[in-house]
């Protein structure tokens, strides 16, 4: 977690499996999420610090057991870097205001950009637009 993130206070804010994901970096089971299947609109932030991070418009169905995104609301809105735990070298993907662990980016995705962004649902806060 970037500064100003203490780990204490972030045990109090978080629920025991938020904080496992979002700090640890751990993965929520595929299909558990409560994201994973939601058509709402609106927006999904960050469940650390609120930022925006990614707009229903850019959801859609990828079958992996994940909410996944095509792109998130704003280049600079996300981080991301190589990940190599489990024996594979993966894209890692964070939040650029506080650097929560969000999930994964693979180039399997639909067009226009060929990405998915494959987040665990307990990272994000979902508003639906009004």
Request: glycine share 10%; with cysteine; aromatic share 10%.
């Amino acid at each position: 977690m970037k500064a100003g993130y203490s780990p204490t206070e972030l045990q109090d804010q978080l629920t025991p499996e938020q904080y496992a994901i979002c700090v640890r970096g751990d993965t929520e089971p595929p299909g558990s999420g409560e994201y994973t299947d939601l058509d709402a609109e609106g927006t999904y932030a960050c469940v650390v610090c609120k930022t925006p991070l990614f707009v229903s418009g850019t959801k859609y169905h990828s079958g992996s057991g994940w909410p996944s995104f095509w792109q998130p609301i704003a280049e600079d809105s996300i981080e991301l870097m190589i990940d190599t735990s489990h024996g594979m070298t993966r894209t890692e993907v964070r939040c650029h205001t506080c650097g929560a662990h969000l999930g994964h980016v693979f180039d399997d995705g639909p067009p226009p950009t060929g990405k998915r962004f494959c987040i665990n649902s307990v990272a994000l806060e979902f508003t639906p637009s009004t």
